[in-house]
């Protein structure tokens, strides 16, 4: 299965416990990010293992190989916590607990009861 350059592998031969030298344990805290940029020369294959992730919004399935392309850039985001394995080289990859998904929510979420308060009480109340 393929999805914008995205393949799932759930091939349990693939799954089993023979790993290359590449394969790494990540652990996310809550509400945190790794940002992956897939070197030029290989895919890379993405595993999670324990919680809920998703890329861009769309949840990512647990127990079940994801092979990225070469060059693909792409940051994967939890609520809560998770645990993922990693087989392949970066060119970069980072952990960051500031998210962009974060700061959106909070002002989507800011904005929205602005206009809830403004409609129901009438008043004007300047925005952040």
């Known amino acids: ?9 759930s091939d349990a031969t693939t799954a089993s ?4 030298p590449q394969v790494r344990r ?11 940029h897939v070197t030029q020369i290989s895919p890379l294959k ?6 809920q992730v998703e890329i861009f919004g769309s949840e990512l399935p647990r127990n079940v190989w994801l092979t990225f392309p070469p060059l693909q850039q792409f940051a994967v985001f939890t609520w809560y916590g998770a645990t993922l394995e990693i087989d ?3 060119e970069t990859d980072n952990t960051s607990v500031e998210c962009a998904q974060l700061s959106t929510s909070t002002k989507t979420s800011g904005y929205v009861l602005n206009k809830r308060l ?7 109340i ?3």
């Open 118 to 124: 403004c409609f129901f009480t009438g008043a004007f």
């Open 1 to 9: 299965m393929s999805y914008c350059g995205l393949s799932m592998n």
């Open 46 to 51: 993405l595993r999670i293992l324990h919680g």
């Open 88 to 90: 392949g080289v970066t």
């Open 126 to 128: 300047i925005p952040y």
């Open 17 to 20: 416990t023979e790993f290359s």
């Open 26 to 36: 990540v652990k996310l805290e809550k509400q945190s990010e790794i940002r992956i």
